[in-house]
């Protein structure tokens, strides 16, 4: 009868809600049994504390014996919940702390708690109802050191934690488990760091971004979609050949993968490739600078490796490769063009951070299984940052002299940014150095590692420790898994339709038609807007000014479509607009002040919209000249 609880214990309503959010720990929880060294104790105020055996006849306690309530509200006070939303609490006891900082904490606020002991947790869901804290969806619970699982589950949060995070550390907690502590603060660390740098790419390369799109309408509208090549090579191995320094140990193996593994080039070791002997079929660009124009020069006129490109990457590349080109389905570019609905035979992929990143999703995209990296470091291997013989060296080589060489060059290039460095583990454990945009490549990688159904193997033989990835050299990869031939595919590839060119300056002159309706609603609304931010006071005029402003987001609501095209051009104001909102949410003003803060932020978004609509009725005029002008298309 010790398994039967009543129906309103503490136990059955914490762990009906925590079945409803996190299924898995919750059969953990259930499945601990406690332990003599563990003991609940009612506390001199009443409410129950916890000691822990950490040793025969040495108790100590996880909470005061006294006021663990009081003790846990002191705990969370110091926390700033008018700045901060995401919260990191090391160890959760019986939860005072955790409760106390969720009352604090504003209604959108996340609390990751870190608690190896699930004892701990099972005697807290005992002796405690938390179930309005863990049934609200705000509560994270990790009890593992699982790297992929802590930045699955983080990513989701990740634009939050870009405006800051706040620790809270219950110290009896942490003691216990410090390892665990210490190195889920390390990992907390990095994610913190790559969570910002992804921000603020997608802040800084919007704008430009857009533009490439754009620009390459005629491309992307005339060149088939990826939806002809899923599932080509089920099963199949693919060998993904990226441009890390560990590549010159290797790459005179890659001969042996020819005809019995798909091979995927990212661009950079195109033309090395070539010089082998090895015709990949695949090459991988998204790079939206004209200097990759240098990885598609002097390449032999018959070429048949397919070209697959983002939308955004430089036009110039386009022209310059003499083989297939596929472009990856865009949903800027399908918006664009919404009349043609290109959205129903351009498929898509994850987008890549790299030109590694989209190879892998490629590969995925094609069936193969497994999938093995080659050349992929993520770090200096050596003191090098380029495989030998790319070209890069090209770039260099009016510099060299005998007081110059390309191994100087290469240290140079590391130097350079020796104010990002940090040390990571290698893929034999040893210490190797590489820089923060690295590692936030190698973060992402870890994360699709995670989430994958093939198995990936790492045969840089060098270069950064992969977690998910299987490392085994390259000959042992090539014998294990490329030994039997690829099956025969069918050369379906179709000629380019630029008779639909004409279909897509139809499309952008209607754009651009919306944006000016777009910039003069704006620019009707701000004067509105500011009447309301300084005049707050007096209701009546206020609630005038509503009345037209409502009435103009009503003709703006009809225009919504083109209004999130306009947004790719203004993405920092809508991360300061994301900024504003979450602290306006989690401070505590009084209603006026609330209200003022908001128009405030309101005159700042709609005067950056405008502006951004202006900019993109000349982005679009510009697009329709260079069509018109057979520009942006083959020749």
């Known amino acids: 009868m010790r398994f039967v609880q009543p129906e309103d214990a503490a ?65 969370a006070e110091p926390a700033d919940t008018d700045q901060h939303v995401v919260f990191y609490v090391h160890g959760f006891g019986l939860g005072y ?206 070429l048949r490796t397919e070209l697959v490109a983002e939308p955004k990457a430089s036009s110039a590349i386009f022209g310059l490769h003499p083989g297939p080109l596929t472009i990856l389905g865009n949903e800027f570019a399908d918006n664009l063009l919404r009349e043609m609905r290109l959205d129903q035979e ?37 003191g090098l940052c380029y495989t030998p013989g790319t070209s890069y060296e090209d770039v260099w080589r009016p510099e060299l002299s005998r007081f110059c060489t390309l191994e100087m060059k290469q240290w140079e290039q590391i130097v350079r940014d020796r104010h990002i460095l940090r040390k990571i583990p290698d893929y034999a454990g040893r210490p190797m150095y590489t820089e923060e945009r690295l590692f936030t490549y190698l973060q992402q990688f870890e994360r699709d590692f995670a989430r994958t159904d093939r198995k990936v193997i790492d045969a840089t033989e060098g270069g950064a420790l992969k977690r998910g990835a299987e490392a085994m050299t390259l000959a042992d990869a090539l014998d294990r898994y490329c030994a039997r031939e690829l099956p025969r595919v069918a050369d379906d590839y179709p000629p380019p339709r630029w008779e639909r060119v004409a279909d897509v300056a139809a499309c952008l002159r209607n754009r651009r038609s919306e944006a000016a309706e777009v910039e003069a609603i704006s620019r009707e609304t701000l004067p509105l807007l500011e009447e309301v931010r300084d005049h707050i ?3 009546a005029r206020v609630n005038r000014a509503i009345a037209k402003i409502d009435a103009l987001r009503a003709r703006m609501n009809g225009l919504g479509p083109c209004y999130d095209l306009i947004l790719q051009l203004t993405q920092l104001s809508e991360m300061n607009r994301f900024q504003q909102d979450r602290r306006i949410a989690a401070s505590r003003v009084g209603a006026a002040e609330r209200q003022r803060r908001q128009v405030g932020r309101d005159v700042a978004n709609v005067r950056a919209m405008a502006d951004a609509a202006a900019e993109f009725q000349k982005l679009m005029g510009d697009v329709i000249d260079r069509l018109e002008a057979g520009r942006g298309v083959a020749a």
């Open 11 to 75: 136990y059955v309503r914490n762990l009906a809600a925590l079945w409803a959010v996190d299924p898995e720990l919750a059969e953990r929880i259930e499945c601990t049994e406690p332990e003599a060294a563990y003991r609940v104790e009612a506390s001199k105020a009443g409410p129950p504390t916890l000691a822990v055996e950490n040793a025969p006849g040495r108790w100590v306690y996880l909470h005061s014996r006294h006021h663990p309530a009081d003790e846990g509200r002191r705990l």
């Open 97 to 302: 702390h955790v409760e106390a900082l969720f009352e604090r904490a504003s209604s959108e606020a996340v609390l990751c708690v870190f608690e190896a002991d699930l004892t701990v947790l099972r005697l807290a869901m005992e002796a405690r109802d938390l179930s309005a804290v863990i049934s609200s969806r705000r509560l994270l619970i990790f009890t593992t050191a699982d790297k992929a699982d802590l930045l699955v589950r983080l990513t989701r949060h990740s634009a939050m934690i870009t405006l800051g995070t706040e620790t809270l550390v219950h110290s009896p907690s942490y003691q216990r488990h410090k390892e665990f502590h210490d190195q889920i603060t390390v990992w907390l660390e990095e994610f913190a760091s790559y969570f910002q740098t992804g921000m603020n790419t997608l802040v800084l390369n919007g704008r430009r971004t857009a533009e490439n799109i754009a620009r390459n309408l005629g491309w992307y509208v005339a060149t088939p979609g990826l939806q002809r090549l899923r599932d080509r090579y089920p099963k199949a191995p693919a060998v993904i050949v990226s441009a890390g320094p560990s590549l010159r140990k290797n790459k005179h193996l890659l001969k042996r993968a020819d005809g019995k593994a798909v091979i995927i080039a990212v661009q950079t070791t195109l033309q090395p490739l070539l010089e082998l002997g090895v015709r990949p079929h695949f090459v991988t660009s998204l790079d939206y600078h004209d200097i990759c124009t240098r990885f598609f020069e002097k390449l032999p006129a018959d």
């Open 346 to 382: 351009k498929a898509r992929i994850q987008a890549g951070a790299t030109v590694a990143h989209l190879a892998y999703y490629l590969a995925e995209h094609l069936g193969c299984d497994p999938i093995i990296f080659v050349g992929q470091d993520l770090g200096f291997s050596d």
């Open 537 to 539: 006071e007096d209701q």
